[in-house]
């Protein structure tokens, strides 16, 4: 039986371009600055975001982390979303290694935090209150089924944090997804933020990395931070190279991803039973809750046993992820089986 895996975009293998890139990548010391293939990924990536400089990180776990690290103080308070993956997924390291309060506003159904709620959650000046230095927004917006944030509405939060001396910092993990959803180029989404960040292990295709832009003093600071961390990894050109590929040919195909979402989500619909609206599908994530007779994470571990693979969001909420390795003729033999099991509960 064929294995159709929707738990994440994580999952993708290398292509084969990228394995003969790594493969034949040309290396040198990173933490000396002297991988050239490296480099090269780096000055395209901040290139292509619109900023000075960027640093490779093993993950968007830790570009995320050091983004707090190097723009914050032990004792500030950081504003983020409630639904954020820097406060779901992360394991609290911004609190637990940056000494930082994490205090959340809501994220509504598009991943947006509302601006007036944002104005109200930054501290005034008080010998009682910590000092709020830092919000973060998401783009695309995990939790939020792949929501796509504006360059407008991304301003609008900019002008809030800079406005209070504040910085902004944008977990852009998935922000290519985002730029082709919205046809803009991904440098016209990240110009009002401070830093930002995005993962090349994804749905562009890469085995391991994130890579953090910013300004040229913020990428020094990151680039010590990085080196405290552990993230330090010497001829790192080798995982690089497959970056390189990824930027100059994975971008695009994104909206083949984006199609084959919202074939799945049109599918579900039309299934009795399955909770989901097809049009809030707007990229790579679809979330849905399955028919009511299926107890929590009964669905799940059902499909699993039907060679679909998804995750359990929590609840009887789930979440299906579209990606490269993901074909039309593969959504259709999803929905095939899940049309089956739920034939086999009535």
């Known amino acids: 039986m064929e294995i159709i895996d929707l738990r994440s975009d994580t999952v993708t293998l290398p292509t084969d371009e990228m394995r003969k890139a790594m493969h034949e990548a040309e290396l040198g010391d990173d933490v000396f600055g002297e991988d050239p293939t490296t480099n090269r990924l780096e000055a395209m990536s901040a290139e292509m975001l619109g900023k ?26 950081i504003i983020l979303g409630s639904e954020s993956h820097m406060f779901w997924y992360e394991v609290g390291g911004a609190a637990a290694l940056g000494g930082v309060v994490m205090r959340t506003v809501p994220n509504d159904d598009e991943g947006r935090l509302d601006p007036r709620l944002v104005e109200q959650a930054i501290r005034g000046k008080n010998v009682h209150f910590p000092v709020t230095t830092f919000i973060a927004l998401e783009n695309t917006h995990n939790r939020c089924g792949g929501a796509v944030l504006t360059r407008e509405y991304t301003q609008q939060i900019a002008d809030i944090a800079h406005r209070n001396g504040m910085k902004l910092h944008l977990d852009g993990a998935r922000i290519f997804n985002a730029a082709v959803y919205l046809n803009v180029p991904a440098r016209e989404l990240t110009e009002p933020v401070d830093s930002v960040c995005f993962c090349i292990s994804k749905g562009l295709s890469c085995p391991i990395g994130s890579v953090l832009c ?16 552990g993230g330090g990894m010497r001829q790192v050109g080798v995982i690089a190279a497959a970056g390189i590929i990824a930027l100059e040919t994975m971008i695009d195909r994104m909206a083949e991803d984006h199609a084959n979402a919202r074939k799945l989500a049109q599918g579900l619909a039309q299934i009795t039973g399955f909770k989901i609206d097809p049009q809030s599908v707007k990229t790579n994530i679809v979330v849905f809750e399955p028919p009511g007779t299926m107890a929590e994470g009964e669905f799940v571990r059902e499909m699993m046993s039907r060679g679909v693979k998804m995750g359990n969001r929590g609840g009887r909420m789930v979440r299906a992820v579209t990606h490269r390795m993901i074909s039309a003729a593969d959504i259709d033999e999803a929905l095939k089986r899940i049309n089956q099991l739920v034939r086999e509960k009535r």
Do not use: C, H, Y
């Open 52 to 77: 000075e400089a960027a640093v490779f990180t093993p993950s968007g776990t830790m570009s995320n982390l050091i983004s707090v690290l190097a723009q914050t103080r032990p004792g500030d308070e």
């Open 214 to 229: 910013g300004s040229s003093d913020f990428i020094a600071r990151a680039r010590k931070w990085r080196k405290m961390l």
